[in-house]
T-cell receptor, first 111, second 117 residues
Framework: DQQVKQNSPSLSVQEGRISILNCDYTNSMFDYFLWYKKYPAEGPTFLISISSIKDKNEDGRFTVFLNKSAKHLSLHIVPSQPGDSAVYFCAGAGANSKLTFGKGITLSVRP | DTGVSQNPRHKITKRGQNVTFRCDPISEHNRLYWYRQTLGQGPEFLTYFQNEAQLEKSRLLSDRFSAERPKGSFSTLEIQRTEQGDSAMYLC???????????????FGQGTRLTVV
């Protein structure tokens, strides 16, 4: 069973606009959630996280929102830049901190 | 210390051969994780260590796979009698697990891409 779902495989946005990346989860035991960014031939790079007791966390251009009742989180990037083009993974983490990842979404930011 | 280091970056091997990968975590990190990523999927958890103790293994980790972290620093992942289905990117990550159960985010290495022919 897929505990973390990223249902849209790709997203294309214009430079300067907002990118909204969505993620749904089924496991209520996750303690926190993370977003990672991945370029080809590199390992994932940590972007931002949110505790399950929070509903928002912001870091510069990146904001993550968590809706526990809907088991949904989203990553907002504003303004989007061409260097943001990459694959973004949503992940949930439980008490042992092991990560359960979604399949990822490919973001393309058009100049 | 510039981050998590994995060697080799690429490995091509013939079916049935044994392979071993190495991971050097960030030096003060006491937790070390192994993940596997195949095309079109997110990384999947394989196993993790706290210091030298292997605390959990995924059911994905068949008996052909073994991981060690003998001195609580670097780790090795060995695959015996490789199969074509083992072809994947093998990722290592490390983090700090502190007193009281707090944990930093995991930092990943660049991965080892295994191709079994």
């Amino acid at each position: 069973d897929q505990q973390v779902k990223q249902n849209s495989p790709s997203l294309s946005v214009q430079e300067g606009r907002i990118s909204i990346l969505n993620c749904d989860y089924t496991n209520s035991m996750f303690d926190y959630f993370l977003w990672y960014k991945k370029y080809p031939a590199e390992g994932p790079t940590f972007l931002i996280s949110i505790s399950s007791i929070k509903d928002k966390n912001e870091d510069g251009r990146f904001t993550v929102f968590l809706n526990k009742s809907a088991k949904h989180l989203s990553l907002h990037i504003v303004p989007s830049q061409p260097g943001d083009s990459a694959v973004y993974f949503c992940a949930g983490a439980g008490a042992n901190s092991k990560l359960t990842f979604g399949k990822g979404i490919t973001l393309s930011v058009r100049p | 210390d510039t981050g998590v280091s994995q060697n080799p970056r690429h490995k091509i091997t013939k079916r049935g051969q044994n392979v071993t990968f190495r991971c050097d975590p960030i030096s003060e990190h006491n937790r070390l994780y192994w993940y596997r990523q195949t095309l079109g999927q997110g990384p999947e958890f394989l196993t993790y260590f706290q210091n030298e103790a292997q605390l959990e293994k995924s059911r994905l980790l068949s008996d052909r796979f073994s991981a060690e972290r003998p001195k609580g620093s670097f780790s090795t992942l060995e695959i015996q009698r490789t199969e074509q289905g083992d072809s994947a990117m093998y990722l290592c990550a490390s983090s700090i697990y502190g007193q009281g159960g707090t944990n930093t985010e995991a930092f990943f290495g660049q991965g080892t891409r295994l191709t079994v022919v």
